[in-house]
């Protein structure tokens, strides 16, 4: 008996769209890039349910024939190349003819077409890749395509898909993608009946700012280079607004935004000494390259590329991207105006000059009686004097100050719980008390070093910064006190990041912030708490954001866990940052009155005890 057959078309196409359609966002890409492929200058993107219930394009582009809309769900049905040679000469977004196959096999798809000179359209319904009915049709000129209930008859698959909220993140990203690059095109984006994105055609800076927000203009720096390998032109940012996450890097190859280790490394390298460790820039950049020096043909998502001439690549974009920095960047704000000349008239007749006099008090002894000097330590992370002229309103009040039961009773509210577990209890006492009675040293304003009977204690003040913080947070049972700000400030995200931001807000209320919507996509912060920092609450909210998507991606599903850990982390006290030895002392008290005082939230140790008998060893 034979055991090898041939799997029915079906079933092959339900295995090539799990390499093709792996969630709503791919099938969007596919679909948009075939409207670009057929010169539209006009797109419409809608969706309900994050995709899952629909997916629409709307295009004003060529349209096809009655014959070409039925044949384009077969599988390696195309009109991008005929030969193999084709594939070394590729300038459309599309070629493998696979996308339509896919969509249809795992969807119920609704295609309505017609070409310019056409008195009538085709319409084309599909369940599962079974043609249901082909028919003329009344629609405009151009193609709209509608791909329902996708993943209906493969549960598994439609199970994996996360909350509407990251899945509804994943499309706009897509959408970003496509729409940066094609400039020269309207774009619309509607989810849920609620217009997110209204693009009119422009060039590259303007749809930079259409997508990300007038601001934009100032921020970043204009690249335009030609060589015979390649042309760069584009946007890099400037060096003072780097970000935590490479959130906002978009690189694109002949119109095909793409994902090079190589190309980034290239660029982030320029900025190498002028941002901050952990720090990445962001950038919006368009490669011209010969297509028959470039292969596209590696992964299904096309998104990875192969380059002939990769290292001669390596070294224009790093070098342009310095020249962009030293022309646009840092220089361009330090312009010296030269010294004009100037004609000195001749003195009046019979002037005589007078030998300059300084006024000064011949009794005066600066010893006699000295004032006290502060000893208040210099640096960007300002750090008060202990004791009674402490500001109480200072972040170092509540960051090193012991809760007690009398200050509860006091001021009427529930303080955290910092007590230590019953089981470190005796690790608490024997520690904190030598430490707060021995002097403390700063290491490179790093690392604290103290003595202990034991041996010699080094922390990392900042991640045990983040302990104390993270513990403080997480502590709290009900909200906590808000402090009014002066002047409001407004903080603005993208559509799909304003639905995130807006499911945090009790998060965020119970911490102490009061925000409020203000429109669309911004909100209002009137409040925050009155332990937080001096800090750009934009890039803190955008962490919080970046940091909630990951936590979801991964299963991680306590966003009150995700929140705490973000603040403690944007809280905590930086490397770099002078500590004064009430702040030292009390930091490493609070340290051993966490549950775990060991290692941050992050994972990283917070401490280590180096023995007497291994110093020297």
């Known amino acids: 008996m034979d055991l090898i057959s041939i799997l029915p078309d079906s079933v092959a196409n339900q295995i090539a769209a799990g390499e093709v359609v792996d969630r709503p966002a791919s099938a969007v890409k596919e679909l948009l890039e075939n409207a670009m492929d057929a010169g539209a200058t006009k797109i419409q993107l809608i969706v309900k349910d994050a995709g899952r219930t629909l997916i629409q394009v709307v295009d004003n582009g060529c349209g096809m024939s009655e014959s070409d809309a039925r ?5 390696h049905a195309t009109s991008k190349i005929h030969k193999a040679d084709d594939l070394f000469a590729i300038r459309t977004m599309g070629f493998r003819g696979e996308a339509l196959a896919s969509i249809a096999a795992i969807a119920q798809v609704e295609l309505k077409t017609r070409r310019q000179g056409d008195e009538l359209g085709t319409e084309v319904l599909i369940d599962g890749s079974d043609l249901k009915e082909q028919s003329p049709c009344h629609c405009p000129f151009g193609t709209s395509i509608a791909v329902k209930n996708l993943f209906f008859n493969i549960p598994a698959r439609r199970n994996f898909l996360k909350k509407d909220s990251i899945e509804l993140s994943h499309i706009e990203e897509i959408f970003k993608r496509v729409a940066l690059i094609n400039y020269g ?36 720096c204009p690249i335009d280079e030609h060589t015979d390998i390649v042309s760069i032109h584009g946007y890099v940012s400037k060096p003072e607004f780097a970000r935590k996450s490479r959130g906002e890097q978009y690189l694109f190859v002949n119109h095909r935004f793409v994902k090079h280790p190589a190309l980034s490394a290239a660029v982030e390298k320029a900025y190498t000494d002028v941002i901050p460790d952990h720090y990445y820039p962001s950038y919006f950049l368009h490669l011209e390259v010969d297509p028959s020096r470039i292969d596209i043909n590696i992964h299904p998502t096309k998104t990875e590329v192969r380059f002939v001439d990769e290292h001669p690549l390596f070294a224009i974009l790093r070098a342009a991207t310095k020249k962009a920095l030293g022309q646009f960047g840092l220089g361009n704000e330090l312009q010296f105006n030269p010294i004009e000349e100037v004609d000195f008239l001749p003195a009046p007749k019979g002037y005589v000059p007078r030998e300059p006099k300084v006024n000064y008090n011949p009794d005066y002894n600066p010893f006699s009686n000295p004032t006290p000097q502060s000893n208040t330590s210099s640096g960007s992370f300002h750090t008060p004097a202990f004791e009674n002229d402490r500001p109480k309103s200072d972040k170092w ?40 009675e021995s002097p403390c040293l700063q290491l490179q304003q790093h690392y604290i070093v103290s003595a202990l009977p034991s041996g010699l204690l080094i922390v990392d003040q900042q991640a045990a910064h983040e302990r104390v913080l993270f513990e403080r947070y997480s502590n709290r049972r009900q909200g906590a006190v808000a402090q009014q700000l002066l002047f409001p400030v407004n903080c603005q995200f993208s559509p799909a990041d304003a639905d995130i931001f807006n499911e945090l807000l009790p998060d965020l209320k119970e911490h102490g912030f009061e925000i409020a919507p203000l429109g669309q996509s911004t909100f209002v912060v009137t409040a925050t708490p009155p332990d937080m920092a001096d800090s750009d609450l934009q890039q803190l909210f955008d962490q919080i954001i970046v940091e909630h998507k990951g936590a979801m991606i991964q299963k991680f599903n306590d966003r009150r866990v995700s929140l705490c850990r973000t603040l403690a982390r944007q809280q905590a006290v930086r490397p770099g940052t002078p500590l004064k030895q009430e702040e030292m002392q009390q930091l490493i008290a609070d340290l051993f009155c966490c549950q775990v005082p060991s290692v941050s939230p992050s994972g990283r140790k917070t401490m280590v005890v180096l023995n007497p008998d291994t110093i020297l060893n």
């Open 397 to 436: 009040t509540s960051f090193f100050d012991l809760p007690s039961e009398r200050d509860g009773e006091e001021k009427g509210t529930d303080l955290p719980e910092m007590s230590p577990a019953p089981q470190q209890q005796s690790v608490a006492t024997a520690a904190a008390q030598p430490i707060t």
């Open 71 to 75: 044949v384009c769900f077969e599988r």
């Open 185 to 220: 095109t309207e774009y619309s984006f509607h989810s849920n009946g609620r217009l997110l994105y209204d693009l009119h055609a422009g060039n590259f800076a303007e749809r930079i700012s259409q997508i990300f927000g007038s601001n934009y203009r100032e921020r970043l």
